[in-house]
């Protein structure tokens, strides 16, 4: 298969503008309902590629973080250099030097938008809520205990160590976004409605679920001189082309963009914002052999990864917006090993092949979606494996909803990632390749694995859990369970009238809440 740069050829910027000027002509028609914002009003204008599950933060995802950023504050708070700032918490620290005992003070006379206290027993009860109803309960489920010490300080004890909790409780996490008592006890509530304590709260009344979020200032926010806009209004725009003409014409303010339009975007004179964040690939799920009995083998799984020529799809589909890669983090990211294990070579994938017995290949089904330009990285994979004689039966699924549910039920032997962490290999091994029902729905384990990560946690210092975490990476990408084949940045684009927008390594997703107007 011959691949292309999206952004080289004449005749795909054509088609992809026309098919963008007609979603935008629908869009106009979607945005110009309603009255005109009063004169003075100072409003923000947001694309977001996928709607809100709904507005329960334990029930969020990371393509609609920026709604929950508006309405919940963290305990912590990541900023764009990386650097961890209090929020919520107004201090954090370890007790004892095992990393096993965690303490956390809050700021005093917080009230959530619905007038109900920030107290440690709010604080605790959102725990216990994750723990029951998150898909990030796999994130908490060492906390053996929560005691409450006093109204303002509450004290986590670990079933075992865990050397980052800080950056558990920043907001790309998900964990430290708190929603009031009162909304806690009646959860049903957030299905339309904000309680977070966050400079921001929905206006049900001028939201459309799935379509238009509006949110307007949090009167009861603890620091209101950090509120911006007297308006927010996020508009989902699933179509990257869409999304980016919308930008361009001043209907909105500022996108989270992906590396089909990134060359559009700065052509245009567009603010890029942009820092390494996910590698694109496969996951193979079905490593014990459950539903296709050739992945059990390690063999199999190491031929699928010397199959796939990374250079030529880096080159092929992103030009300069990417490279290649064959690990789970990014490079400068904590566990990353320097040297690469696998290099392009289909003689030795094939001889795998025949020594784990299938010297004629096998057939394995492969699912995918095509968001930020997904499905054109997979397409790519499935024609290299087809080199070797593995016959893939590739489906991509359009509908989110559908893909999720496939994917924690484990019906999804190999299906197509755009994985990103910004954090300590620790916190991405309960996302990624522990008890993650999302990326380890077939439940796989490794003894090996496990005891790196175990043996790092108790270490208490960053610089020396890092020799552990290079080699836990350097097992993963041995074992053959992950297929990453390019390492993306992450892209954001912001029109003139916006300042603030800014990514970095250690805080890849650009925050709302740092948005202003520019001067």
């Known amino acids: 298969m011959t691949v292309h740069p999206t952004s ?29 914002a009063p004169a003075g009003e100072k409003v923000l204008r947001l694309g977001m590629p996928a709607p809100a599950v709904n507005q329960d933060p334990a029930k969020a995802v990371t393509d609609s973080l920026w709604v929950t950023e508006l309405a919940y504050d963290p305990l912590i708070f990541r900023a764009s250099d990386g650097k961890l700032q209090p929020r919520l918490a107004e201090s954090w620290s370890y007790i004892g030097n095992n990393n096993t005992l965690f303490e956390i003070k809050l700021r005093a006379g917080v009230q959530f938008s619905d007038g109900t206290p920030l ?25 053996s205990q929560l005691e409450v010490v006093n109204d303002l300080t509450l004290r986590i004890h670990l079933s075992e160590p865990h050397p980052a909790m800080p950056e558990l409780f920043t907001q790309a996490k998900f964990v ?35 379509d238009t979020y509006t949110f307007v200032r949090n009167t009861r926010y603890w620091q209101p001189e950090a509120i911006h806009y007297d308006k927010v209004v996020v508009k989902v725009i699933a179509n990257a082309n869409t999304a980016l003409a919308a930008l361009k014409t001043g209907q909105i303010d500022a996108i989270q963009g992906d590396f089909t339009t990134a060359n559009a975007a700065k052509e245009a004179g567009l603010q890029v914002a942009s820092t390494p964040r996910q590698w694109f690939g496969v996951i193979i799920g079905d490593a014990n052999g459950t539903l296709v009995p050739a992945l059990k083998d390690v063999r199999v799984r190491q031929a699928l990864n010397y199959a796939v ?9 992103l030009g300069d917006n990417g490279a290649p890669t064959e690990q789970i983090v990014m490079p400068g990211q904590s566990g990353h090993n320097a040297a690469n294990y696998y290099t392009y070579d289909p003689a030795k994938a094939k001889d795998l092949l025949r020594e784990a017995g299938y010297p004629d290949g096998f057939t394995m089904p492969v ?17 290299d494996w087809k080199a070797v004689g593995v016959t893939v039966d590739l489906k991509t699924e359009a509908n989110d909803g559908t893909y999720s549910e496939a994917q924690t039920a484990a019906k999804l032997p190999v299906f197509g990632v755009s994985f990103g962490s910004d954090g300590e290999i620790h916190n991405l091994g309960t996302t990624l390749f522990q008890n993650s029902k999302t990326f380890n729905p077939f439940g796989i384990s490794d003894p ?28 993963l990408v041995e074992t053959g369970r992950y297929v990453p084949v390019v390492a993306v940045p992450i892209y954001y684009y912001a029109n003139d009238s916006v300042q603030g927008l800014a990514v970095s390594p250690s805080a890849q997703q650009a925050n709302p809440v740092d948005f202003m107007p520019a001067k």
Do not use: H
């Open 8 to 36: 080289s050829r004449p005749g795909t910027l054509w088609r992809l503008t026309a098919i963008g000027l007609v979603a935008l002509a629908l869009l106009a028609v979607g945005c110009s309902g309603g009255t005109a």
């Open 448 to 475: 090996a694995v496990d005891k790196l990560r175990s043996d790092a946690a108790a270490i208490p210092t960053v610089e020396g859990r890092e020799a552990l975490y290079q080699q836990l990476v350097r097992r």
């Open 119 to 143: 107290n440690a027993d709010v604080v605790k009860r959102n725990f216990e809520y994750y723990a029951e109803t998150s898909s990030a309960a796999s994130k908490i489920k060492m906390f």
């Open 176 to 210: 430290g976004d708190l929603a009031s008592g009162d909304a806690l006890a009646k959860p049903d509530l957030m299905t339309t409605r904000t309680f977070g304590a966050g400079p921001y709260v929905l206006d049900p009344n001028a939201t459309v679920p799935k």
């Open 309 to 317: 020529n990374r250079e030529k799809i880096a080159k092929g589909l």
């Open 367 to 383: 699912t995918t979606q095509n968001k930020r330009g997904l499905g054109l990285v997979v397409q790519a994979m499935v024609d």
